[in-house]
């Protein structure tokens, strides 16, 4: 478990990047196998979620343009979609995965 310094660090890095008037975090817990979504980068932005195919096991969970913060508390802010789609691809034998979103107004 992360110390509470750390915590603290994560907690003033994570209301920094989050403007609380119009977004706010979603966590979500993914099941093990296929997620059923498509994560694209819009430009030099944060990835987001582009598209939930029908039966997808996160529907009702996640919605479009959702952004991604991070996977099992590892900060994704940065990755490319495709690097994230691979991590998630690779935890997909867990039998949950922690997807923490922002969900709000897109910039």
Known sequence: APSSDEAKDALVAES?????NSEHTVTIIAP???LGVVVQNRGG???FVS???EGSVL???IQLND???S????????LKAFHISKILASKNQN???KIVVSRGTIV
Do not use: N
Request: aromatic fraction near 4%; avoid cysteine; glycine fraction near 10%.
């Open 45 to 47: 932005g944060s990835p």
């Open 59 to 61: 529907e009702g969970q």
């Open 95 to 97: 039998s949950a995965r």
């Open 67 to 69: 952004r991604i913060l």
């Open 71 to 78: 996977v099992d508390d590892q900060d994704v802010r940065e």
């Open 32 to 34: 093990k196998g296929k």
């Open 51 to 53: 598209d939930i195919r």
């Open 16 to 20: 920094a990047f989050l403007d609380t």
